[in-house]
Nanobody, 123 residues
Framework: QVQLVESGGRLVQAGGSLRLSCAAS????????MGWFRQAPGKEREFVAA????????IYADSVKGLFTISRDNAKNTVYLQMNSLTVEDTAVYYC????????????????WGQGTQVTVSS
């Protein structure tokens, strides 16, 4: 079992940057494939990015490719999401998720979830 806590979300102006963090406890993070998802009001939770256990092979949603970067520091038990050139369409609650066995874009295949952190981008 692992507990996940996201942080770093806040109000930011369009064009700005944010770095989200996801801190894990209870079990070493290196055991897990990790993903970031987001959910805007009235919309389904959608995939943003994922990274494999050793930090390689990141994958991204087309909407954030080239703008967002997922990374991890297993020594610090933390996963990050660097978000650049933010737009109002990026406004959402951002969640990190973990899976022992699955690496991909399907949210239903991730077992553990954080409580989310709110990102609001103003125009």
């Amino acid at each position: 079992q692992v507990q996940l806590v996201e942080s770093g979300g806040r109000l930011v102006q369009a064009g700005g940057s944010l770095r989200l963090s996801c801190a894990a406890s209870g079990r070493t993070l290196s055991s897990f494939f990790m993903g970031w998802f987001r959910q805007a009001p009235g919309k389904e939770r959608e995939f943003v990015a994922a990274i494999n256990k050793n930090g390689g092979s990141p994958i991204y949603a087309d909407s954030v490719k080239g703008l967002f970067t997922i990374s991890r520091d297993n020594a610090k038990n933390t996963v990050y999401l660097q978000m650049n050139s933010l737009t109002v369409e990026d406004t959402a609650v951002y969640y990190c998720a973990a899976s022992l066995t699955y690496f991909g874009i399907n949210k239903d295949r991730y077992t553990y979830w954080g409580q989310g952190t709110q990102v609001t981008v103003s125009s």
